[in-house]
């Protein structure tokens, strides 16, 4: 019996989203000396935040804060907690975001790192910080999404970091390519079908 099929219409883009979570801090390893540190960015600027929200998201299709009106995305911000990870040159490799706004629960609203961070250990280290950061008093939820268009260990990471999934979804959206919101390069594992796109020369 086959399952049920959606069609997506041409200019659009769908993924699966899993929604995964925790109720108890894991065990965490002390982190042995590393090149990397974390640093809290209270007030971001918007041209920064959405620079380095590009470097990371670009590649896997990242588009939601680009979106949004600056007013909206000025608000946005000013409701979470923003770190960015550090490498030993003090370049910016990583971001953190961790919304405080439900009593008891801390969502972990963005992860991520820039490319030529990823397989250095580097996304290990980030989490051990998120796990020190979210898990304070009165905390017994630590939960977050990512979805299909994202890095193929990105769920495998999660699990192994301690995180159950708990839900999933289908969420069709405008292609934020087609728009110039993200170039027509971004994302490869998923083309972008519209008229008059050659898919086999983007």
């Keep these: 019996m086959e399952g049920q099929r959606i069609d997506v219409p041409p200019g659009q883009i769908a993924a699966v989203v899993t929604y995964l979570e925790m109720h108890a801090a894991p065990d965490i390893v002390p982190a042995q000396p590393v090149q990397w540190r974390l640093s809290p960015c209270p007030t971001p600027d918007i041209d920064w935040y959405r620079d380095l929200y590009r470097r990371i998201g670009t590649k896997w299709l990242w588009f939601s804060r680009l979106v949004l009106p600056e007013t909206e995305l000025v608000a946005a911000l000013a409701a979470t907690e923003i770190h960015v990870l550090l490498d030993a040159d003090g370049q910016e490799i990583g971001l953190l975001e961790l919304d405080r706004r439900v009593a008891g629960a801390v969502e972990i609203a963005f992860f991520g ?3 030529e961070a990823t397989g250095t250990g580097a996304a290990r280290f980030l989490m051990q910080k998120a796990m020190r950061l979210a898990w304070t008093s009165g905390v017994d939820r630590i939960w977050l999404h990512t979805c299909s ?3 193929p260990s990105a ?3 999660y699990v192994k970091s301690g995180f159950k999934p708990y839900k999933r ?3 069709i959206d405008d292609d934020p390519r087609l728009d110039g919101t993200l170039p027509l ?3 490869r594992h998923a083309p972008p079908i519209a008229a008059g796109i050659n898919n086999g020369r983007f």
Excluded: C, M, W, Y
Aim: aromatic letters at 6%; a negative charge; zero cysteines.
């Design 113 to 115: 790192l820039i490319d």
């Design 155 to 157: 769920v495998p990471f």
């Design 149 to 151: 268009l994202d890095h």
């Design 185 to 187: 390069s971004a994302g």
């Design 169 to 171: 979804i289908i969420e």
